[in-house]
């Protein structure tokens, strides 16, 4: 959208009356119209449409470090397809308006015929008829060995009644971490269970000190993640195990009174409900937060690689219960491509061949392989290998507590529903059952 | 006058020659021709406008019909996408923010750009200089400018909070409190509008001749009766149009909104357009959301069509 002051407010009038009511209307409804419209308009695709030509079309995200991109293109460029297959040609895809970007290619005809996105864009693609589903791929990992390469439970989320919407590429978590020097200077020990935790937190926030670093203001979905990550350690979750959408449940209301508690203790800032990604970075940066839960790579992210920040221990929730969320990041095919055969091998070398990425150490997420999970690169990043070891095994998906991931998915991820539900726990306004009745309401709107 | 004379005028009145009436048919082709001429050769234009404004319009009103997705048009579902956007209690809060953020960006920012527009038109020292360090929040990207405002107000330790603090106000959430959220939107907007108020009012105010002021002096009239009784009525019609566009530029902003807050703390800050874009591109609901754009639309429509009016009225006074 163009800023609206930009439009040139000479144009509409001319001296003297000389507009017309009728052209004045027009005009000003055009204006307002277009204005409006564009809020609602497609940004365009790319140059590479996956439906046409004689290659694979292989948009990206920028995953990680800058260079990622010149190095995954790198990675494309250099594949040699065998027999009729096509080559593949690359092309980055910003963050920024990504949704737009995609949908308005895919409508056009003009998108990918194979591309990475956003977590949930594959099983949102696959209801409207426009994946190509991964079985076939799947079965073909089989007979080269991949597919027991991934770590467990890693594909089983993509299958829908129809078959394999897509195949994980990265996994990213949200998980605890602390600042080493803090816990130390106070002769805290890392907390295990949420009572512990609780009494450290209030120690920390006594001192001055954020021991929930979290942030749900413009563009900031983490204050969101953070919670959905409690609410799946103490065995909730916004599904039931039917795979039924039931937010208001007893565990959820228990954690959110336990997060209520949180907030009454000074444990949770009162302006984090309308921090950006850049003041939460920033209040971690300057060591003002001491703990918090935060995705896979939050030492590289903020810039702090010393050692000081790492990755907390699980902690178990009143009923014993482990887990947080995770994300499972993954690579998808259209039915609009060139050739299907083509879009396959492409992916058979990508998982063959996309370590070497890992081994550059250029993405901020985790792998899915355990053999790039196994190398020494990768070993080398010690805050990443130990959330492979200790927080994967008890990740779980939106899901939770079922086990089918659906379309709706993408719409509760970074949705309004959602976002509105994160600041006003964090704002501690309402009551825990109020808000989570509020939350299934706005949820079966979408 | 003699009767010749009055006879020649009463024909060219007529459109008749002093000669006679000559062949009618000749000119009238020539005319149809020219305009026809005329016609093809703004036609190219006039189907470019239509395709370039034309079909997303009608392919919007298509969607705001359907139950559709972003890529797909979806079932007919008639006027229920309108009937429950009308419904919602989220439409009728944003439609308040927007009504209450449009008010005080068009007046707020008129005042202040009229106050400071009176102000540089008197003699001052360096008044060049300060034009142009009064038009930077205009100039600025406002992407730039929300990252200076959040950078100012946005945590406890940012400058202003610490201000407050140091003045024994407390530490004020500018943008966790909702109703100090909605005051910093607000200010944002006066803050970022105002030069283009005080670019259309300083251009309206050279307009209007010294001599008037200097007539009024001489008939005893003070300063306040100049301006009330002179400057406003004569700078009346400019006045209205900067109103009819900043209205639309308020209604319309997004990233003025969506870069300081996103909408929130809990949507006290979510106007029409913030809305209709969340609604779209983050609940993908298009039926929904293309309505909402349409609703604001029409509103805009009927607003500057009574805004017009005064303008209209403004000129026959």
Aim: charged content about 15%; aromatic content about 10%; hydrophobic content about 45%.
């Amino acid at each position: 959208m163009s800023h609206p002051l930009h439009q040139n407010p000479s144009t509409p009038i001319t001296p003297r009356g000389t507009t017309t009511r009728r052209g004045f209307l027009s005009l000003s409804a055009g204006t307002a119209s277009l204005a409006a419209l564009a809020a609602c308009g497609g940004t365009g695709g790319g140059s590479a449409s996956g439906g046409g030509g004689d290659t694979i079309a292989f948009w990206d995200m920028p995953w990680g470090e800058p260079a990622y991109n010149t190095a995954a293109e790198k990675l494309t460029t250099t594949y040699k397809p065998t027999g009729e297959n096509l080559p593949a040609e690359y092309q980055t895809v910003q963050w920024n308006n990504f949704t737009q970007t995609f949908a308005s290619a895919i409508a056009s005809n003009t998108g990918p015929a194979v591309s990475t996105g956003g977590g949930f864009q594959a099983y949102q693609y696959a209801e409207q008829g426009a994946i190509a589903y991964a079985d076939d791929l799947l079965e073909t990992f089989k007979t080269d060995g991949i597919y027991d390469d991934f770590l467990p439970g890693t594909i089983e989320p993509f299958k829908s009644a129809d078959g394999y919407v897509a195949v994980p590429t990265q996994i990213d978590m949200r998980v605890w971490w602390y600042r080493k020097s803090i816990f130390d200077q106070e002769g805290l020990t890392l907390p295990t269970t949420w009572e512990e935790y609780l009494t450290v937190a209030t120690t920390l926030a006594a001192k001055g000190y954020s021991a929930y670093g979290t942030g749900a203001g413009a563009g900031n979905f983490n204050g969101s993640q953070g919670l959905v990550t409690m609410l799946i350690n103490n065995g909730g979750g916004f599904y039931n195990t039917d795979n039924e959408l039931d937010c208001v449940t007893d565990r959820n209301i228990e954690t959110l009174d336990f997060v209520a508690q949180l907030r009454s203790a000074g444990i949770i800032d009162p302006a984090a409900v309308s921090y950006t990604t850049d003041n939460l970075n920033s209040q971690w940066r300057d060591g003002k937060v001491a703990m918090g839960i935060f995705g896979a790579g939050l030492d590289n992210e903020i810039g702090d690689t010393s050692g000081d920040l790492r990755v907390a221990t699980p902690m178990a929730g009143p009923h014993g219960d482990l887990g947080c969320l995770q994300y499972l990041n993954n690579i998808m095919m259209y039915k609009n491509t060139p050739s299907q055969a083509s879009s396959e091998a492409f992916l058979l070398y990508w998982f063959k061949n996309y370590g070497t990425l890992f081994q550059q150490k250029l993405l901020n997420g985790l792998p899915v392989l355990q053999s790039v999970v196994d190398l020494p690169e990768f070993q080398a990043e010690a805050q990443k290998a130990e959330i492979i070891k200790t927080w994967q095994p008890i990740g779980k998906t939106f899901a939770a507590t079922g086990n089918v991931v659906s379309a709706r998915a993408a719409a509760i991820d970074g949705g309004q529903a959602l976002n509105e539900f994160a600041q006003t726990v964090l704002s501690g306004g309402g009551d825990s059952r109020a808000t989570l009745e509020k939350l299934q309401k706005d949820i079966e709107a979408l | 006058m003699s009767a010749s004379v009055e006879g020649a005028l009463g024909k060219a009145r007529r459109g008749v020659g002093v000669a006679g009436p000559g062949r009618a048919g000749a000119p009238r082709r020539g005319m149809r021709r020219g305009a026809l001429t005329l016609l093809l050769l703004v036609l190219p234009s006039i189907l470019l406008v239509l395709l370039i404004n034309g079909y997303p319009l009608v392919y919007a009103l298509n969607q705001s019909l359907h139950k559709g997705s972003l890529i797909a048009t979806g079932d007919f579902v008639g006027l229920d996408n309108y009937a429950n956007v009308l419904t919602s209690d989220a439409f009728w809060a944003a439609a308040r923010f927007t009504v209450v953020f449009t008010v005080v960006g068009v007046f707020g920012s008129w005042l202040l750009g009229l106050g400071l527009a009176l102000l540089l038109k008197t003699r001052i020292p360096a008044s060049g200089t300060f034009k142009v360090l009064l038009l930077l929040p205009w100039v600025v990207p406002v992407v730039v400018s929300a990252t200076a405002w959040n950078y100012l107000v946005a945590t406890p330790s940012s400058p202003v909070p610490r201000l407050a603090e140091a003045l024994g106000l407390g530490t004020p959430l500018f943008l966790a409190n909702p109703t100090l959220a909605a005051i910093t939107v607000c200010l944002f907007k006066v803050w970022v509008s105002f030069p283009f108020m005080m670019l259309m009012t300083s251009s309206a105010l050279t307009s209007v001749d010294g001599t008037v002021y200097e007539a009024a002096q001489m008939d005893g009239a003070n300063r306040r009766q100049q301006f009330t009784g002179i400057t406003l009525p004569l700078i009346a019609r400019s006045t209205y149009i900067s109103w009819i566009l900043m209205t639309i530029f308020c209604v319309n902003d997004f990233p003025t909104i969506y870069l300081l807050t996103g909408g929130g703390p809990v949507n006290a800050t979510t106007s029409l357009v913030v809305l209709a874009y969340r609604t779209v591109f983050q609940n993908f609901q298009t039926g929904p959301g293309v309505a909402i754009a349409f609703l604001m639309t029409a509103t805009l429509v009927v607003i500057s069509v009574l805004l017009y009016r005064q303008i209209r009225k403004s000129a026959v006074e």
